[in-house]
């Protein structure tokens, strides 16, 4: 079993940075691969970027790439994920997840409760 729980989001201008961080609790962290998805009001939730276990292999969605950076650390078992140059539409619930050894982000293991970004105009 693996616990979420990601940190990080507030309220900031268009233009703006804000880092996200997720901490998992639990066995193992090393051995999924982890991922970012988001959440706009009235919308389906949708794909941000994902890494793999060890780190290297990294994939974004088409709408934060150069924009977004998703790393991790796997002695402090937790996962990040660096927004720059954000937008109002960037706005959404910000969701962490995991998944056992590859990424697929159509079959994720566990998710976190989610935290909400806003970016002002």
């Known amino acids: 079993q693996v616990q979420l729980v990601e940190s990080g989001g507030g309220l900031v201008q268009a233009g703006g940075s804000l880092r996200l961080s997720c901490t998992a609790s639990?066995?193992?962290?090393?051995?999924?691969?982890l991922g970012w998805f988001r959440q706009a009001p009235g919308k389906e939730r949708v794909f941000v970027a994902a890494i793999g276990r060890n780190g290297y292999s990294t994939y974004s969605g088409d709408s934060v790439k150069g924009r977004f950076t998703i790393s991790r650390d796997n002695a402090k078992t937790t996962v990040y994920l660096q927004m720059n140059s954000l937008k109002p539409e960037d706005t959404a619930v910000y969701y962490c997840a995991a998944r056992m050894s590859l990424w697929n982000q159509d079959n994720i293991d566990y998710w976190g409760q989610g935290t909400q970004v806003t970016v002002s105009s």
């Open positions: 639990g066995r193992s962290f090393s051995y999924y691969a």
